[in-house]
């Protein structure tokens, strides 16, 4: 079955960076568009950045364009983002996801935590 696993959150102050990795396994991978997601506490689940499987197109949320670029190595079946210039607003658990035949799945989950 679909596994996505996230790794890579912690605590980190303003201005920091942190790079959130996710591990796909379960599915051709190089076939599907791969995107993270991010939920505030008492906030809606929201996208943040999407990444094409063919073209490596990607697509991000007006709040970090700049900041987070996502990426993909197909051979090793894990797409990444890159965040930089934490903002105390970034704070959430960030999911990895896809869409495969009308199911959306997604990971566990990694804590982003953005404070002095």
């Known amino acids: 079955q679909v596994q996505l696993v996230e790794s890579g959150g912690g605590l980190v102050q303003p201005g920091g960076s942190l790079r959130l990795s996710c591990a796909a396994s379960g599915l051709t991978f190089s076939r599907y568009k791969m995107g993270w997601f991010r939920q505030a506490p008492g906030k809606e689940r929201e996208f943040v950045a999407t990444?094409?499987?063919?073209?490596?197109?990607?697509n991000y949320a007006d709040s970090v364009k700049g900041r987070f670029p996502i990426s993909r190595d197909n051979s090793k079946n894990m797409v990444y983002l890159q965040m930089n210039s934490l903002k105390p607003e970034d704070t959430a658990v960030y999911y990895c996801?896809?869409?495969?035949?009308?199911?959306?799945?997604w990971g566990q989950g990694t804590q982003v935590t953005v404070s002095s």
């Open positions: 996801g896809t869409g495969i035949s009308g199911t959306y799945y």
């Open positions: 990444i094409n499987w063919n073209d490596g197109n990607t």
